[in-house]
């Protein structure tokens, strides 16, 4: 399967065959957060994420220490994600912005 980066500058989301995605580091990237805060409000809507898709963790590259783990969220995931986070200027323009990525993919995945 081959991972078509599709964003610009920013690479907000990915295509796998028919499917898009993002990632957690992404989201906390784009919205100011940390990544370990993402993580975590992900962690505790997991059965909700897994209700939307299959919920992937991967290592990321490790910088001395352990490698840092990510979620990979599919479009729903991804979109539940961010309505989870708390609204800043920031917050807004990253959902804005995500939310046109995804959209211009739509079309790839038609729905269930």
Known sequence: MTTVDVAT????????????FT???IIAEGTGNK???VKELI???ENDMKDLGTLSVLNG????GRPEQYYILNEEQALFAITLLRNSK?????KKELSRWLA?????SPPP
């Open 43 to 45: 962690y505790k809507y």
């Open 90 to 94: 920031m917050v807004v323009a990253f």
């Open 61 to 64: 590259e490790s910088k001395g």
């Open 23 to 25: 990632n957690s580091l």
């Open 9 to 20: 500058n920013n690479r907000l989301v990915s295509v796998k065959g028919n499917d898009v």
């Open 104 to 108: 211009r993919f739509a079309y790839i």
């Open 35 to 37: 990544h370990k805060n």
